[in-house]
């Protein structure tokens, strides 16, 4: 009699479980940050004239609606890129935080350590660079030439 019983109950467990395991979706840890990403087109063109002011007004007012990675590691380097190298380390750090594998705020960050003559901390960012990228990838290229160029000078 305790045999149907456990059935009933296993059976019933199963019909309620089922459907909770079906409509939970899995989500890449990139998805997650990825669906809420802004546009950062403009931005990113900002930059690319240099023009580090128009670009650092944009990011400042994406940052407060927003806690995405790309958007400090972009203030980051906008900030690097003016001279301020206590608040750019400040949003590499955020960055970083946010997405520890996040390769091109470890580049900058790299790159910064590399300005402000702290070749130590720029190789611990070219080391994990190397972790991220075993067969290579343009931002550990970038910070290894950075590095060379400036150590060479």
Wanted: glycine share 6%; net charge negative; hydrophobic share 40%.
């Amino acid at each position: 009699m305790k045999h149907p019983l456990f059935a009933v109950l296993g059976t019933i467990a199963v019909l309620t479980a089922a459907p909770i395991a079906i409509t939970v979706p899995a989500f890449a840890v990139d998805d997650i940050e990825g669906a809420d990403a802004p546009d950062l087109t403009a931005v990113k063109a900002k930059i690319e004239a240099k023009d580090y002011m128009g670009a650092l007004a944009d990011l400042r007012d994406l940052a407060q609606d927003t806690q995405q990675a790309d958007v400090y590691n972009l203030l980051g380097f906008t900030l690097r890129k003016t001279g301020d190298y206590q608040s750019s380390l400040t949003y590499y750090t955020k960055a970083l935080e946010l997405k520890p594998d996040h390769k091109a705020a470890r580049e900058y960050l790299g790159e910064l350590y590399v300005e402000t003559g702290d070749f130590a901390k720029a190789d611990e960012q070219l080391a994990s660079l190397q972790k991220l990228c075993p067969a290579g990838c343009e931002e550990l290229s970038d910070l290894k030439h950075a590095i060379d160029t400036k150590v060479t000078k």
